[in-house]
């Protein structure tokens, strides 16, 4: 039985998100059938299609009472909107359901595991969290009469017993569950705690996996972990980090390498790295794929520059393009989802390019493209090379790479913004002195830049008028170009 705030809101989103123009929405990334959208939520496989869930409120651009969103796609690419899954419509999960994940049973049922948010009596600002599940069929989901199945009961004595959220679930190789989530001590500390259950129902803790020692920002958000080529893999955004290199300052994403201990409690480090070094990047989630790779989505918007968007967009929010993860000498690497490269056409090549001055090159534009370059010096040293994006007689964004100091600089305030928001980042790319190799991905309203076949990335929205199509090329001194390019079409 769908209940009358769910059925309100399925009767909502089908009217106003039909009226959406295609024209006024990215043409291969995910946004919110209407209004907000955040976290993505429940990425997982079911009856032979991808199902991405995502937080929603679907009654403005902002956030509020959360609800899950939900699409499905077959490709990664094209995005085909269902109705809404959960709404804040329970005893468990009156003042929001929150980020959280999906496996399918052995009954073949799809089980959702998210945060059920009531708030706290004694203030408006405390809001109690705790996991709860539903059932359903790809469509329609039933939540369960014992929600929550796991609360502040369950926890470590010293949780603050407020913050306590984003389940991600998996199957373990014994054929029982286990499941990850983040709370907080009583030091304000983030951390990753560890579940156990025979049935995916019933769960009991079993440790903490990692904690925070306070240098890595405060909360944790958005734990994943997984084994993959031959390692274990824990991916979670941290809030307000300090910045320390490639990590910039507020929300960030960290990509942790390492090992189980002995007993399975704990999560050894070996290597940490940021996933993705752009202004839009955050909360990702995985899936292990039928075929055997691993793929992420993420969240592509930034808490500190959520009041940006343009008016005549109905929604704020949108996804990454989904990616292939691989480890590497202990080292996480992203590319696009190989399914882009169906969306091709057009190819224009060329090699050898001698680089200099200011130009642009015949064929090398558009506003949905897959650009690859390799950039490399010559005899006559450059000192900077620019790529101006999305460019025109007004607008363009950069690119700007300076091999003496091995940098990369996104800057969009060219883009057309009028806000004060942070509109440039800089990284430091190892080996980058001599050479650079890009692939970006752009779409109507997003730049996404993988660095060195994957070994970073660099993720970045713009929202510049679609007519500004330019490509156009600075060299301070002379390099050398290798350029594939691609038009990115439906």
């Known amino acids: 039985m769908i209940s009358h705030t769910l059925s309100n809101v399925r009767r909502y989103e089908a009217e106003e998100g039909d009226k959406v123009s295609p024209e006024l929405?990215?043409?291969?990334?995910?946004?919110?059938?209407?209004?907000?959208?955040?976290?993505?939520?429940?990425?997982?496989?079911?009856?032979?299609?991808?199902?991405?869930?995502?937080?929603?409120?679907?009654?403005?651009?902002?956030?509020?009472?959360?609800?899950?969103?939900?699409?499905?796609?077959?490709?990664?690419?094209?995005?085909?909107?269902?109705?809404?899954?959960?709404?804040?419509?329970?005893?468990?999960?009156?003042?929001?359901?929150?980020?959280?994940?999906?496996?399918?049973?052995?009954?073949?049922?799809?089980?959702?595991?998210?945060?059920?948010?009531?708030?706290?009596?004694?203030?408006?600002?405390?809001?109690?969290?705790?996991?709860?599940?539903?059932?359903?069929?790809?469509?329609?989901?039933?939540?369960?009469?014992?929600?929550?199945?796991?609360?502040?009961?369950?926890?470590?004595?010293?949780?603050?017993?407020?913050?306590?959220?984003?389940?991600?679930?998996?199957?373990?190789?014994?054929?029982?569950?286990?499941?990850?989530?983040?709370?907080?001590?009583?030091?304000?500390?983030?951390?990753?705690?560890?579940?156990?259950?025979?049935?995916?129902?019933?769960?009991?803790?079993?440790?903490?996996?990692?904690?925070?020692?306070?240098?890595?920002?405060?909360?944790?958000?958005?734990?994943?972990?997984?084994?993959?080529?031959?390692?274990?893999?824990?991916?979670?955004?941290?809030?307000?980090?300090?910045?320390?290199?490639?990590?910039?300052?507020?929300?960030?994403?960290?990509?942790?390498?390492?090992?189980?201990?002995?007993?399975?409690?704990?999560?050894?480090?070996?290597?940490?790295?940021?996933?993705?070094?752009?202004?839009?990047?955050?909360?990702?989630?995985?899936?292990?794929?039928?075929?055997?790779?691993?793929?992420?989505?993420a969240w592509m918007q930034n808490w500190d520059t959520i009041l940006y968007t343009e008016k005549k967009i109905p929604w704020l929010g949108q996804m990454i393009v989904p990616r292939e993860l691989s480890v590497k000498d202990n080292r996480l690497y992203q590319l696009p989802a190989r399914e882009i490269e169906a969306l091709r056409s057009n190819p224009v090549i060329m090699n050898d390019v001698e680089a200099e001055g200011v130009f642009s090159l015949d064929g090398i534009d558009g506003r949905t493209i897959d650009l690859s370059l390799d950039i490399r010096q010559t005899e006559l040293k450059f000192q900077r090379f620019e790529i101006r994006l999305a460019q025109n007689d007004e607008y363009y964004t950069s690119l700007v790479y300076r091999p003496r100091e091995g940098t990369l600089e996104f800057d969009r305030t060219n883009s057309g913004t009028r806000r004060a928001v942070l509109n440039s980042r800089k990284l430091t790319v190892e080996d980058g002195r001599e050479s650079l190799k890009l692939r970006i991905i752009m779409d109507r309203y997003s730049v996404e830049v993988f660095i060195n076949d994957g070994r970073e990335a660099f993720t970045n929205c713009i929202f510049t008028p679609l007519d500004a199509q330019g490509i156009g090329f600075i060299v301070d001194g002379k390099a050398l170009l290798d350029i594939e390019k691609y038009q990115l079409d439906q």
């Not at 209004?35 to 009856?47: A, H, I, L, T, V």
Request: glycine residues 10%; negative net charge.
């Open 25 to 297: 929405r990215p043409l291969f990334h995910l946004t919110p059938r209407i209004g907000w959208m955040n976290d993505p939520n429940g990425f997982s496989q079911y009856k032979g299609k991808y199902h991405l869930f995502y937080q929603y409120y679907p009654y403005g651009k902002l956030w509020g009472r959360m609800h899950w969103g939900h699409a499905v796609t077959e490709d990664l690419l094209h995005w085909e909107y269902l109705p809404a899954a959960l709404a804040p419509d329970s005893f468990a999960d009156r003042d929001g359901c929150f980020s959280g994940s999906a496996i399918t049973l052995e009954d073949g049922k799809h089980l959702l595991m998210y945060t059920g948010v009531i708030q706290s009596p004694d203030s408006e600002k405390e809001f109690f969290q705790r996991q709860c599940i539903a059932v359903g069929d790809g469509v329609d989901y039933v939540k369960q009469i014992n929600n929550p199945v796991i609360e502040a009961k369950d926890l470590p004595h010293d949780s603050n017993g407020l913050d306590f959220r984003d389940p991600k679930i998996w199957k373990e190789q014994d054929g029982t569950y286990g499941c990850v989530c983040v709370d907080k001590d009583m030091n304000d500390h983030g951390r990753i705690l560890y579940f156990k259950s025979n049935d995916a129902f019933s769960w009991h803790f079993h440790s903490i996996l990692l904690e925070n020692d306070g240098s890595v920002g405060k909360m944790w958000e958005c734990p994943d972990v997984f084994e993959l080529d031959g390692k274990k893999v824990l991916l979670f955004s941290p809030q307000d980090m300090l910045k320390k290199g490639n990590y910039p300052n507020g929300n960030s994403t960290i990509a942790m390498i390492g090992e189980f201990n002995d007993d399975g409690t704990r999560f050894l480090p070996e290597t940490k790295q940021p996933i993705d070094s752009g202004i839009d990047f955050y909360a990702t989630q995985t899936l292990l794929a039928e075929d055997g790779r691993r793929i992420m989505v």
